[in-house]
């Protein structure tokens, strides 16, 4: 059964360093979503890519991040300089259609020291 | 602003025993909910989607049913393996994105 894959499983960072989240979604989906969830709290949605461009972002979401799809399977959620606040586990997701069920990939925590 | 409740937090029960939860929402114009499974650690597991009050869905143990302000989930002889968080999240309106609740913590006690 086709599933979203996610690297690393596990990122532990410096505060201030570049972190890049990578992404393989479900082959035939054309949507992909970026998700994170501190500890303890709900999922939060962070942006979404369609077509290869930002379709929705979140407040979240700010000058700080950047997501790109390199090739034609990948897609990457970049932090340019993290902060301690920045540490959660975070989630790719993807689907065939608009409003239709998302499916999450088994998420990287991250970890900013 | 979508807004998605979840009743209780946490429950605790034990093998067999039946019982329910429950997702209430406010939003306008309801294009979708959808129910998860979460294990610790890992990622939301797709369970069902409902679209339209009425609307009941089944898989195993479990059965989603919808009404125009919530939707239950219900555990029908639930087993230690069915210990997880299930998040409830819905999509409305003119966006495509959905909102999250925080989850129902299940344990299921042998």
């Known amino acids: 059964e086709p599933e979203v894959t996610q690297t690393p499983s596990h990122q532990v960072t410096q505060m201030g360093q570049e972190v890049i989240l990578r992404c393989v979604p479900i082959s035939n989906h054309l949507y992909f979503y970026w998700y994170r969830q501190i500890l303890g709290q709900k999922v939060e949605f962070l942006v979404s890519f369609y077509n290869n461009e930002i379709s929705e972002k979140s407040e979240i979401f700010d000058d700080q991040f950047s997501v790109e799809r390199p090739d034609g399977s990948n897609f990457t959620l970049k932090i340019r300089s993290t902060k301690l606040e920045d540490s959660a586990m975070y989630f790719c997701?993807?689907?065939?259609?608009?409003?239709?069920?998302?499916?999450f990939g088994p998420g990287t925590r991250l970890t900013v020291l | 602003e979508d807004q998605v409740t979840q009743s209780p937090e946490a429950l605790r029960l034990q093998e067999g025993e039946s019982s329910s939860l429950n997702c209430s929402y406010t939003v306008s114009g309801l294009r979708g909910l959808f129910w998860y499974r979460q294990d610790p650690g890992k990622g939301p597991e797709f369970l069902f989607t409902l679209y339209s009050a009425g609307e009941e869905k089944e898989k195993e143990r479990l059965k989603a049913t919808l009404t125009k302000k919530e939707s239950f989930l219900h555990i029908t002889a639930p087993k230690p393996e069915d210990s997880a968080t299930y998040l409830c999240a819905v999509v409305s309106g003119g966006s495509y994105i959905p909102t999250f609740g925080r989850g129902t913590s299940l344990i299921v006690h042998p």
């Open positions: 997701a993807s689907t065939g259609g608009l409003g239709n069920e998302q499916f």
